[in-house]
RNA sequence: GGCGAGGUAGCUCAGCUGGUUAGAGCGCAUGAUUCAUAAUCAUGAGGUCGGGAGUUCAAGUCUCCCUCUCGCUACCA
């Protein structure tokens, strides 16, 4: 593999409408922070940096709902979010912002280079405009009537009653979010950036010289590479944002992915700017690594689009790995911020106070590195007690008292090194090349276990040794045994460092130890034994490193969740009444009792059924959404009710006439509305 | 429906280019031990590797079909 003279290290922009919750810190966070205090204690040249995602509509959104600026709300989260990063220890060398001055200006030179060198292509489409407050709308900025479920808060983007993304043109109804009123369609014209132009040498540079990324990402992007790549836009009808650096651009703002990603290049300058290197040196130099931390949402932005945006600037490096991990799932539901179903980082470390190390522990050690995995609070509270407290804090524990016993805190002179204790720390090195290997392979799961093990070496050696037996009648061999145990006790101090840094700082003080670089690890090399803290050193009194989590902090954490569930429940429920409307409009719609004669699957569809209905008028054809509830043969024969005058459609080449009268929950289970006995076809329903 | 990822011991996961009786941690059982936050150490039980077919001397590992979970995508009058 290539040798590399630095790194450059990203985390995912935090976007900054919404706190840092535990899927974040186990996707992104924890690992780069491993990473990187890895790196540097092993005398690497390497910035870590991140900041908040601060444009975008859902913030501006967020701001008309609060009746504030959307400046009010970016600075509210992202102080929040700066803070509990540095209070649970994610130690970035910069953590900005995409409002800051020196971004804009990256943003817009890195829009303009692109720009001169025809990296964009212009293409005008019609967008809805309001009228009224004078302005584009993004789709978040539309509501109207979801075409699927009715639902009449749908958005333009999505629907969030029934799930489906939508087109804004589709919505029925249309109204603007900012005036009420009934938007109008206008030509506008935005800037593309013609990804699929960059399709050939992505293929290459990512199935060709990447083989080693891990294959959640490769497939990802490759899956992306097969549908072929579309042109994407990187401009938007916006107030809030990076204002497109051209003559003809007002009222245009750089869409937020095309700047969020920039968010990194400019946090590194501010960081230069700050200590005084150049910042090319880590973006533009062939002998700089470059690495992104991020979710699986973000595979496609940071394996594709962010890659060609740098390209087609044409002075930048492009990432050599993407260690994206999977999704963290709490209590086997979905983490979700508009449910409210999460761990928010900055109560964590109000309810749990000083117990950083715990959460980086169970997050490590069960993060979703290949697959998607689930955080109970259960296998929080176990992993403290049965392997942190149990494994590694006792170990130290009995090491460090034995000492005071014994020796008054004075690390004892050994005399000779029998094979056992030899054998022990032979041990020690061969898991920190282990430890190394796992974390060059980005596998911190593994890594931490790794270490783990050596705190069991220890266990195992003072259960083997047996020093509080040996003491009654072979003190002086006793002497060399407790120097074995605290040189590993030593070891641990280091070893930890990158994964439990808050511990690993109270043990070193525990033993009076300076902070030591990785290459310090050590039992037994070259004839002799590694001395990390040397006879006659005088250690402190220790304190227990962990405390047991007792079942009621559990079951209070429980209990929050319990609410949360339940709130939810009472809201989603029963859909709230519609606006009335005229009888005049009901009695337009004419809806008859009619009979499934056949029904068929169609062909690759997931949720589409082929009716033929006999209405008592006549034998149509309707294609209904049904086929995930119900079964062909179970249908037919059925009585059913049916809207016969609805416009008829094209649906996958079949015309559909009219649409089955169906009931639907809120898990989105159907069935049909039928009369309750055997009615004559084509009788009218009123 | 298409594509991607995954389905391995009660739980969480390793198993690289196919090769002797399928591994680890936690949990469980039994024993040892008491320096230690009843922590530790040893031993053991427990798996037809989602199901089926095939290739091969040999398959968890390759091919095909089916099935379930997650994600992207199409579709939803």
């Given at each position: 593999?290539?040798?590399f003279?630095?790194y450059m290290?990203?985390?995912?922009?935090?976007?900054?409408n919404?706190?840092?919750?535990i899927?974040?810190?186990?996707?992104?966070?924890?690992?780069?922070?491993?990473?990187?205090?890895?790196?540097?204690?092993?005398?690497t040249?390497?910035?870590?940096v991140c900041?908040?995602?601060?444009?975008?509509?859902?913030?501006?959104?967020k701001?008309?709902?609060?009746?504030?600026?959307?400046?009010?709300i970016v600075?509210?989260?992202?102080?929040?979010?700066?803070?509990?990063?540095?209070?649970?220890?994610?130690h970035?060398d910069?953590?900005?912002?995409?409002t800051?001055?020196?971004h804009?200006?990256?943003?817009s030179?890195?829009?303009t280079?692109?720009n001169?060198?025809n990296?964009?292509?212009?293409?005008?489409?019609?967008q809805?405009?309001?009228e009224?407050?004078?302005?584009?709308?993004?789709?978040r900025?539309?509501?109207?009537?979801?075409?699927?479920c009715?639902?009449e808060?749908a958005?333009g983007?999505?629907?969030?009653?029934?799930?489906t993304?939508?087109n804004?043109?589709?919505?029925?109804n249309?109204?603007?979010?900012?005036?009420?009123?009934k938007?109008?369609?206008?030509?506008?014209?935005?800037?593309?950036?013609?990804?699929?132009?960059?399709?050939?040498?992505?293929?290459?540079?990512i199935?060709g010289?990447?083989?080693e990324?891990?294959?959640?990402?490769?497939?990802?992007?490759?899956?992306?590479?097969?549908?072929?790549?579309?042109?994407r836009?990187?401009?938007?009808?916006?107030?809030w944002?990076i204002?497109?650096?051209l003559?003809?651009?007002?009222g245009?703002?750089?869409?937020v992915?095309?700047?969020?990603?920039?968010g990194?290049?400019?946090?590194?300058?501010?960081?230069?700017?700050?200590?005084?290197?150049?910042?090319?040196?880590?973006?533009?130099n062939?002998?700089?690594?470059?690495?992104?931390?991020?979710?699986?949402?973000?595979i496609?932005f940071?394996?594709?689009?962010?890659?060609?945006?740098?390209?087609?600037?044409?002075?930048y490096?492009?990432?050599?790995n993407v260690p994206?991990?999977?999704?963290?799932?709490?209590?086997?539901d979905?983490?979700s911020?508009?449910r409210n179903?999460?761990?928010w980082?900055?109560?964590?470390?109000?309810?749990?106070?000083?117990?950083?190390d715990?959460?980086?522990?169970?997050?490590?050690?069960?993060?979703?590195?290949?697959k998607?995995?689930?955080?109970?609070?259960?296998?929080?509270?176990?992993?403290?007690n049965?392997?942190?407290v149990?494994?590694?804090?006792?170990f130290v524990?009995?090491?460090l008292?034995?000492t005071?016993k014994?020796?008054?805190?004075?690390?004892?002179?050994?005399?000779?090194?029998?094979d056992?204790?030899?054998?022990?720390?032979?041990?020690?090195?061969?898991?920190?090349?282990?430890?190394e290997?796992?974390?060059?392979l980005?596998?911190?799961r593994?890594?931490?276990?790794?270490?783990?093990?050596?705190?069991?070496?220890?266990?195992?050696?003072?259960?083997?040794?047996?020093?509080?037996?040996?003491?009654?009648?072979?003190?002086?061999?006793?002497?060399t045994?407790?120097?074995?145990?605290l040189q590993?006790t030593?070891n641990?101090?280091?070893?930890?460092?990158?994964?439990?840094?808050?511990?690993?700082?109270?043990?070193?003080?525990?033993?009076?130890?300076?902070?030591?670089?990785?290459?310090?690890?050590?039992?037994?090399?070259?004839?002799?034994?590694?001395?990390l803290i040397?006879?006659?050193?005088?250690?402190?009194?220790?304190v227990?490193?962990?405390?047991?989590?007792e079942?009621?902090?559990?079951?209070?954490?429980?209990?929050?969740?319990?609410?949360?569930?339940?709130?939810?429940?009472a809201?989603?429920?029963?859909?709230?009444?519609?606006?009335n409307v005229?009888?005049?409009?009901f009695?337009?719609?004419d809806?008859?009792?009619?009979k499934i004669?056949?029904?068929?699957?169609?062909?690759?569809?997931k949720?589409?059924?082929?009716?033929?209905?006999?209405?008592?008028?006549?034998?149509?054809?309707?294609v209904?959404?049904?086929a995930?509830?119900f079964e062909?043969?179970?249908?037919?024969?059925?009585?059913?009710?049916?809207?016969?005058?609805?416009e008829?459609r094209?649906?996958?080449?079949?015309t559909?006439?009219?649409?089955?009268?169906?009931?639907?929950n809120?898990?989105?289970v159907l069935?049909?509305?039928?009369?309750?006995?055997?009615?004559?076809?084509g009788?009218v329903?009123?």
């Amino acid at each position: 593999m290539k040798e590399f003279k630095r790194y450059m290290i990203t985390a995912a922009l935090p976007y900054a409408n919404g706190p840092i919750h535990i899927g974040h810190l186990a996707g992104v966070y924890i690992p780069a922070d491993i990473y990187v205090r890895y790196l540097r204690m092993r005398g690497t040249d390497v910035k870590f940096v991140c900041g908040s995602d601060e444009h975008g509509v859902p913030i501006t959104i967020k701001a008309r709902n609060e009746n504030v600026l959307p400046q009010v709300i970016v600075d509210r989260y992202h102080e929040i979010i700066k803070k509990s990063f540095t209070d649970f220890g994610i130690h970035f060398d910069k953590y900005s912002r995409t409002t800051s001055k020196v971004h804009f200006k990256m943003a817009s030179d890195i829009f303009t280079t692109i720009n001169d060198k025809n990296g964009f292509v212009e293409k005008e489409s019609e967008q809805y405009y309001d009228e009224n407050a004078n302005q584009y709308l993004a789709d978040r900025y539309i509501t109207g009537t979801c075409p699927h479920c009715g639902n009449e808060k749908a958005y333009g983007d999505q629907c969030e009653k029934c799930g489906t993304t939508l087109n804004a043109l589709d919505l029925i109804n249309p109204q603007s979010v900012l005036s009420g009123s009934k938007p109008v369609l206008r030509k506008t014209k935005h800037w593309y950036l013609p990804l699929e132009k960059h399709e050939k040498w992505l293929r290459d540079w990512i199935v060709g010289d990447h083989k080693e990324w891990k294959v959640n990402v490769a497939g990802q992007c490759k899956s992306w590479l097969d549908m072929g790549l579309q042109p994407r836009a990187v401009s938007r009808d916006l107030d809030w944002g990076i204002p497109v650096p051209l003559k003809d651009a007002d009222g245009k703002v750089l869409y937020v992915w095309f700047d969020a990603p920039i968010g990194y290049i400019s946090a590194t300058k501010e960081l230069a700017q700050e200590q005084g290197f150049d910042w090319e040196l880590y973006w533009k130099n062939d002998d700089t690594r470059l690495i992104h931390f991020i979710g699986k949402d973000n595979i496609v932005f940071h394996c594709i689009v962010f890659p060609a945006m740098l390209k087609a600037e044409g002075s930048y490096i492009l990432p050599d790995n993407v260690p994206a991990n999977e999704f963290l799932n709490l209590e086997g539901d979905k983490i979700s911020t508009s449910r409210n179903w999460a761990v928010w980082l900055h109560e964590y470390l109000l309810d749990f106070k000083d117990k950083q190390d715990v959460l980086r522990y169970t997050l490590t050690a069960n993060a979703p590195e290949t697959k998607d995995n689930d955080f109970t609070w259960k296998d929080f509270q176990d992993r403290n007690n049965n392997e942190l407290v149990a494994i590694l804090g006792n170990f130290v524990n009995r090491t460090l008292v034995l000492t005071q016993k014994y020796y008054e805190g004075v690390v004892p002179i050994p005399l000779d090194f029998k094979d056992y204790d030899i054998q022990s720390l032979k041990e020690i090195d061969a898991l920190k090349k282990s430890i190394e290997e796992s974390i060059s392979l980005f596998r911190f799961r593994e890594a931490l276990k790794l270490a783990m093990d050596m705190a069991r070496v220890g266990n195992k050696y003072l259960a083997d040794m047996e020093p509080w037996k040996l003491i009654k009648t072979d003190a002086e061999r006793v002497k060399t045994i407790m120097y074995v145990a605290l040189q590993i006790t030593a070891n641990l101090a280091i070893v930890f460092n990158p994964f439990l840094p808050f511990t690993a700082a109270r043990l070193r003080n525990f033993l009076n130890m300076d902070d030591q670089n990785w290459d310090a690890i050590g039992g037994f090399a070259n004839g002799k034994v590694n001395e990390l803290i040397k006879a006659g050193h005088k250690i402190n009194e220790p304190v227990l490193l962990f405390d047991k989590i007792e079942d009621d902090a559990i079951e209070l954490q429980k209990q929050k969740l319990a609410e949360s569930k339940k709130m939810n429940a009472a809201v989603s429920s029963v859909q709230l009444q519609r606006e009335n409307v005229s009888y005049d409009d009901f009695s337009k719609m004419d809806i008859r009792v009619g009979k499934i004669l056949e029904a068929e699957k169609l062909a690759k569809t997931k949720k589409l059924m082929k009716l033929t209905i006999d209405t008592g008028i006549d034998k149509r054809t309707v294609v209904s959404g049904i086929a995930e509830y119900f079964e062909p043969a179970q249908i037919i024969g059925k009585q059913v009710c049916i809207l016969i005058n609805l416009e008829p459609r094209e649906i996958k080449g079949i015309t559909s006439q009219g649409m089955i009268l169906m009931a639907e929950n809120a898990e989105g289970v159907l069935t049909f509305v039928q009369p309750d006995k055997e009615f004559m076809n084509g009788a009218v329903v009123k």
